[in-house]
Nanobody
């Protein structure tokens, strides 16, 4: 089992920045993919970014604005979010996939955090 705890969400004005953190505990491994997803009210959960070893994969909607990184020594994954806009408003979830490859599908992830709210005001 892997437990995930997100932090760093909040209210920010359009154009601002936030940094989300997710600490993993339990049976963690640097070989696991760590990802970020988000879910806005009335919408399905969607992929944001994922990282396996180094470098990341991004949804087109956040490419160039968001950066995912991980610190394996701290079992932590980060999501630096810049140039935020109201469309980024959602609950952001951290997740872990034990499958090979850098997974971007919701169904490929085995463990989920409880989520952290990000609200961007116009």
């Amino acid at each position: 089992q892997v437990q995930l705890v997100e932090s760093g969400g909040g209210l920010v004005q359009a154009g601002g920045s936030l940094r989300l953190s997710c600490v993993a505990s339990g049976r963690t491994s640097p070989t696991y993919t760590m990802g970020w997803f988000r879910q806005a009210p009335g919408k399905e959960r969607e992929f944001v970014a994922a990282i396996k070893w180094s470098g990341g994969r991004y949804a087109d909607s956040v490419k160039g604005r968001f950066t995912i990184s991980r610190d394996n020594a701290k079992n932590t994954v980060y999501l630096q979010m810049n140039s935020l806009n109201p469309l980024d408003t959602a609950v952001y979830y951290c997740a872990v996939s034990v499958l090979p490859g850098t997974q971007i599908s919701v169904t490929a992830y085995n463990y989920w955090g409880q989520g952290t709210q990000v609200t961007v005001s116009s």
